[in-house]
């Protein structure tokens, strides 16, 4: 046993110990939050993006273009919609015909880009 249980650690040690049983991946704030973004879909997502963002701005263009394909998400919603009680078929109907759009293609583009697996929604 080393010294008195540990007391003197080697370098080496001391950085084995400071990793932690995780294998020494890093934090990265936000990551949650930008996981999160790329797996939903809609304003859940765009805030989801916008909270990470926030505290880490490595995540500012995901969550400018989360934010842009919400928006436009929700203008096709509201112009298919013709006021009945359907409007969840109007939603449907919107991300059905939006896969393809450039919007949806920037944020596929982001989520890539940061090492964040993508839904079939996005």
């Known amino acids: 046993m080393r010294r ?3 007391l ?6 001391a950085a084995a110990a400071l990793t932690g049983c995780g294998g020494g991946h890093a934090f990265t704030p936000g990551q949650a939050q930008a996981a999160a973004a790329c797996q939903g879909s809609g304003s859940a997502a ?4 916008t909270k990470a963002a926030a505290v880490n701005p490595s995540f500012a263009a995901l969550a400018a273009d ?5 928006g436009s998400e929700a203008q096709q919603t509201q112009t298919l919609s013709d006021g009945s009680s359907d409007d969840a078929g109007a ?13 949806r293609q920037k944020v596929i583009a ?3 880009s940061l090492g964040l697996p993508v839904t079939p929604s996005h």
């Open 110 to 112: 982001d989520c890539a």
């Open 8 to 13: 003197a650690l080697s370098a080496t040690d």
């Open 4 to 6: 008195a249980l540990g």
């Open 46 to 49: 765009a805030l989801a993006a």
């Open 91 to 103: 939603a449907a109907l919107v991300s059905g015909v939006d896969l393809g759009s450039a919007a």
């Open 66 to 70: 989360e934010n842009a394909l919400a």
